[in-house]
């Protein structure tokens, strides 16, 4: 009975992108359509490899998704796995719980989307059932495994769940549960959903598989990205592996810029870094955020002008690569101690040391600042200025460092440039 299929999650399909938008219109058209066109890929791949089955493990949509041209897109996009005889299977997460796009949008025949009670769909021609159970809310505080019913004997058992698992700095805690849980279930294979990052493990006589989102969207989703092809033979034996299908990959591309002293010589480096991480991409198009680390006398231009080196970056950068920003944390290299008075800048930069003692007033105010903001930020945002005290006092000190640099740059403007 050997039974093919693809596992996917977290498609967020036409999820909005507003802050790209506002940075770069350029990258925001690429990456805004990516959602739509890897999954047009992921059919693709199902008809490439004339699996049985796809099955969709929640957050299909992204919020309150309402464009009519997304529901005509994924009903062409089924029709096509129909015509080729391929059943999907789909369970709704907290993104697509409450879509409008649920009450009006008609699939054809061949599409199975759980409710939130639990449901066991023997697969049509093979010996396996499929277990899913949608979230009914946004929010699932609860385990959702109790719900699922227990294996069909003699069968190949799927279950499809949306869940954080036991946690993820990343991810709000939905219908939370352990690896021991699913073992323990009986099922052959766990399909999961929600973790962006892919992870496969073992349990018991369970596979267990997060595929990860299949197309990143900002730097946070960094990385390759994929489904998964699993395949379960006649004796039950399963294996399962990655497929990439990211349209763009995003990546925070480390530039060392140590002792570099001319512009020409920082874009050559720039421009080098960026082709080995093209070349190491999955992706036809990669979307890079530049860190750029290392004691450089040059560094207070490449802070002052750093538009001009995304620009001349972006002119020199091979096709299908695109810049996104420059994480500037290079630094001009501290001139040996000299008399006081000799060298007011050099006096100036030791002062404005953040790792000095002198700056506890300054750090206190700075921790103030972004715990205020991060109060004032939607909860599912939050995390974004840090987890825990020492995530904060970490970015505080990076703001502080940041700041100091941008204003001896300033200062520095003036003096001799190589």
């Not at 796809?54 to 009903?75: E, H, V």
């Not at 009914?136 to 799927?158: C, E, Q, W």
């Not at 998964?228 to 349209?247: G, K």
Request: hydrophobic share 45%; with cysteine; glycine share 8%.
């Amino acid at each position: 009975m050997a039974f093919r299929f693809i596992h996917s999650a977290d498609i967020h399909l036409d999820s909005p992108l507003r802050s790209l938008s506002l940075r770069d219109p350029e990258i925001a058209e690429l990456i805004g359509n990516a959602t739509r066109q890897a999954f047009a890929g992921i059919v693709n791949l199902c008809l490439d490899e004339a699996v049985d089955a796809l099955m969709i493990a929640g957050d299909l949509y992204d919020n309150d998704l309402t464009s009519m041209k997304t529901a005509a897109f994924l009903r062409s996009e089924m029709r096509r796995l129909a015509e080729a005889g391929i059943s999907v299977f789909v369970i709704r997460g907290n993104h697509d719980a409450k879509s409008v796009l649920n009450r009006h949008l008609s699939l054809p025949e061949n599409v199975h989307v759980f409710t939130g009670r639990a449901g066991a769909v023997p697969v049509e021609g093979k010996d396996a059932v499929v277990h899913g159970v949608s979230f009914a809310d946004r929010h699932m505080a609860d385990s959702l495994l109790p719900k699922y019913k227990p294996p069909v004997a003699g069968v190949v058992n799927i279950g499809l769940l949306h869940t954080s698992l036991g946690g993820s700095a990343e991810h709000d805690v939905y219908a939370p549960c352990a690896l021991s849980d699913l073992a323990g279930h009986g099922y052959d294979y766990w399909g999961l959903g929600h973790i962006h990052k892919r992870a496969a493990h073992t349990a018991g006589p369970a596979t267990v598989v997060m595929p990860g989102i299949p197309q990143g969207r900002h730097i946070n989703e960094a990385g390759p990205k994929s489904v998964t092809l699993v395949e379960i033979a006649d004796d039950r034996t399963v294996s399962v592996s990655e497929r990439f299908t990211a349209i763009a990959q995003f990546e925070r591309v480390p530039v060392d810029v140590t002792d570099v002293e001319t512009w020409p010589a920082a874009l050559r480096t720039v421009e080098a870094a960026l082709g080995t991480a093209s070349d190491a991409a999955f992706s036809d198009n990669l979307v890079a955020r530049l860190d750029l680390t290392g004691l450089t006398p040059l560094a207070f231009r490449l802070r002052r002008d750093v538009d001009e080196l995304i620009r001349k970056t972006r002119e020199a950068a091979p096709g299908g690569v695109f810049i996104e920003t420059v994480n500037m944390q290079a630094q001009s290299p501290i001139a040996n101690p000299q008399p006081a008075g000799a060298d007011p800048f050099a006096e100036l930069r030791l002062l404005m040391d953040p790792g000095g003692n002198g700056l506890e007033a300054v750090r206190r105010a700075a921790r103030e600042l972004v715990e205020d903001l991060q109060q004032q930020l939607p909860v599912d945002a939050r995390g974004r200025l840090g987890n825990s005290d020492e995530e904060v006092a970490a970015l505080v000190e990076t703001f502080m460092r940041d700041g100091a640099e941008t204003v001896l740059a300033r200062f520095e403007a003036d003096r001799t440039e190589p």
